[in-house]
């Protein structure tokens, strides 16, 4: 069996999404896994996310994982379906003045700074209070958004115990959220975990893992 099948195996027991991180990988590589039956692939580039949905089937869904920028949101809102990687308020203000323009709903989730690099992107615990307010304020400034959950990066380092309190402050941060806010039942998604930890993401409650290098192979 190949590395998909192996970790389609793996983790499919546990009921946690594979997102195929295919970034800087071509086209032929992704139409491998997809007939093989994989449909969530991961991007984090606007421009080679926009080319490859352009190329490949129209029923694949396109997870956006990296830092967005503002002016870039409306190239990726027709067809996104889900952004991992709001990290400011202005941001989802942003998606959801563009997704309102095509009537439509756009999911996202809210990257959480878990890790102790300080080049990481995302919220911290205040920041995340602000948005979740603004979110759940009546009646709700946004109506083309929908909120599913929390996304994080651990600290890239081989110190396993320090992974996972990482990944265990992100579901905290999670349970907060649910028992703080009257937030819809589709906010349960936690996506954390790479091809390096996602074992110990699983163990610590998450629900989505984002793989690359250990599918497609190591990047350029
Ligand atoms: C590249 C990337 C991944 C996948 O990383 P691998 O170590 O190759 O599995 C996951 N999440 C984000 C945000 C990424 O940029």
Redesign the pocket.
Known sequence: MDAFENLKNEIDAQNVELIA?S?TNPNERITDLYDKGQRAF?E?RVQELLDKQEQLPKNIEWHF??HLQRNKVKYIVPFVDLI??IDSLKLLKEVDKQAKKIDRKVNVLLQMHIATEDSKFGLDKQELIEILEYYTAAPSPFKNISIRGLMG?ATFTEDKKQVRKEFRSLKDLFEFSKSSYVLHDAFKEISMG???D?SIAIEEGSTMI???????G??A
């Not at 984002?210 to 497609?216: C, E, K, V, Y």
């Open positions: 991180v970034k991961g984090n994982i990296g991992h990687s990066m790479m091809s390096g996602y984002r793989i690359g290098s250990m599918l497609f190591s990047r």
